[in-house]
T-cell receptor
Framework: AQKITQTQPGMFVQEKEAVTLDCTYD???????LFWYKQPSSGEMIFLIY??????QNATEGRYSLNFQKARKSANLVISASQLGDSAMYFC?????????????FGTGTLLAVQP | DAGVTQSPTHLIKTRGQQVTLRCSPK?????VSWYQQALGQGPQFIFQ???????QRGNFPDRFSGHQFPNYSSELNVNALLLGDSALYLC????????????FGPGTRLTVL
């Protein structure tokens, strides 16, 4: 079965510092996609970054980068230069079985608090 | 460019009632998925609609049903509500059945008393 594990229930970081949120995954598929979403207290899930299993380069989107280590089955999110507005819940997710199915499997999330 | 919209924002129902939640996908998107997010948990996949058909379903009972209209908007219906159905219901859309990235709406928070 496919599974996403986020072992950090909560994290603190000082404003302007970098922070790494951990994510490990389990799948027997050769082709899969990994995602990070941000969920502020308002509830909306905001897409941050995507990494395909065959992508050779780590994905980057502005201050977000995904540290993809395929052999270790990890897909950690790195946020550089943290801002107060980064305080939110962060979810790691994986696309489900096969290329034509689109179910997202989510982890339990990490609550990030950015301190001034 | 309008994002995914959902209505209503909040809803309070009592046990045994039925509820309908609505979702309009992001402009240009034709595939809609529904997720249930219980408090303190990650979202759980309910089902996905593409070309007005249910294409994939998660581990949810038949009390949960849906529909997709020709304009790609979608409804989630839940019958015989239970206290455990209280959750944030999220709709996500994307363009094309085989593409990856799904974009979520703000959700409907359902409370069952």
């Amino acid at each position: 079965a496919q599974k996403i594990t986020q072992t950090q229930p909560g994290m603190f970081v000082q404003e302007k510092e970098a922070v790494t949120l951990d994510c490990t995954y389990d799948t027997s598929d050769q082709s899969y996609g990994l995602f990070w979403y941000k969920q502020p207290s308002s509830g909306e899930m905001i897409f941050l970054i995507y990494q395909g299993s065959y992508d050779e380069q780590n994905a980057t989107e502005g201050r977000y980068s995904l540290n993809f280590q395929k052999a270790r089955k990890s897909a950690n999110l790195v946020i550089s230069a943290s801002q107060l507005g980064d305080s939110a819940m962060y979810f790691c997710a994986m696309r489900g079985y096969g290329g034509a199915t689109n179910k997202l499997i989510f982890g339990t999330g990490t609550l990030l608090a950015v301190q001034p | 460019d309008a994002g995914v919209t959902q209505s209503p924002t909040h809803l309070i129902k009592t046990r045994g009632q039925q509820v309908t939640l609505r979702c309009s996908p992001k402009s240009g998107h034709d595939t809609v998925s529904w997720y249930q997010q219980a408090l303190g948990q990650g979202p759980q996949f309910i089902f996905q609609y593409y070309e007005e058909e249910e294409r994939q379903r998660g581990n949810f009972p038949d009390r949960f049903s849906g529909h997709q209209f020709p304009n790609y908007s979608s409804e989630l219906n839940v019958n015989a509500l239970l206290l455990g159905d209280s959750a944030l219901y999220l709709c996500a859309s994307k363009s094309g059945f085989s593409t990856d990235t799904q974009y979520f709406g703000p959700g409907t928070r359902l409370t069952v008393l």
